[in-house]
């Protein structure tokens, strides 16, 4: 028990102690002192009880350019699952680089580690309205012979500088095959279950009531 008061001392002289913690703790001047050593609060040991109603709490809250890791279950308002962290690590990004998408952002920026939220992504912040220049109609003789196509058969298909980029089958008639490659997700409000699990260096501590 000495050991461990001796340590909250040493940590309350590193840091300023909050105005509404000094009275019939420490000194009114405490918060200016100078030359203080971690001697000087021995005298007050006697009252650090007071301090047995605070704990210490890591209070870091995400914002841009932090580096965090998040578990999250994606689901369409519908409810149901598109995508989720369950089972996986954590989804790890920095906030604000454009690596996942603008709501995602925004709705993890300000948590804390340990909080868990749902937030909800309308189309605009999610993957854009669909785009109807991104639907072609192919005829159905550009196929192999041996392909089996139906409406929702995902396709991988290359640009013409090689890039290749997903497309769904969304229509089948006689003048051809219709394939669009919007994202799948692309015209849906989406909505995340968030849980924070680590922001990258991020500790701060200070006394909360």
Known sequence: MVANIAFFAVFLDQFIV??????????????NRENHGTQSLFPYLSRLIILSNYKIKFMAQVKK?????????????TGETFDTSE????????VGSGMVIKGFDDGVTGMEVGEK???HIPVDEAYGPKNPDMIVKMPKDNFPEDLEVEVGL?????????????????????????????HPLAGQDLVFDLELVEIEGGSPLI???
Do not use: W
Not at 87 to 94: H, K, M, S, T, V
């Open 18 to 31: 909050p105005n509404h913690l000094c009275t019939g703790i420490f000194p009114h001047n405490y918060n």
């Open 65 to 77: 350019g932090d580096k965090v890791k998040v578990h999250y279950h994606g689901k369409l308002t």
């Open 87 to 94: 089972g996986r690590d954590p989804l790890a990004f920095e």
């Open 117 to 119: 939220k749902t937030i």
């Open 154 to 182: 995902p396709l991988m298909m290359s640009d013409q500088n090689g890039q290749q980029f997903q497309v769904v089958v969304t229509d089948i008639d006689d003048e051809g095959v219709s394939l669009d490659a919007n």
């Open 207 to 209: 006394i909360m009531p």
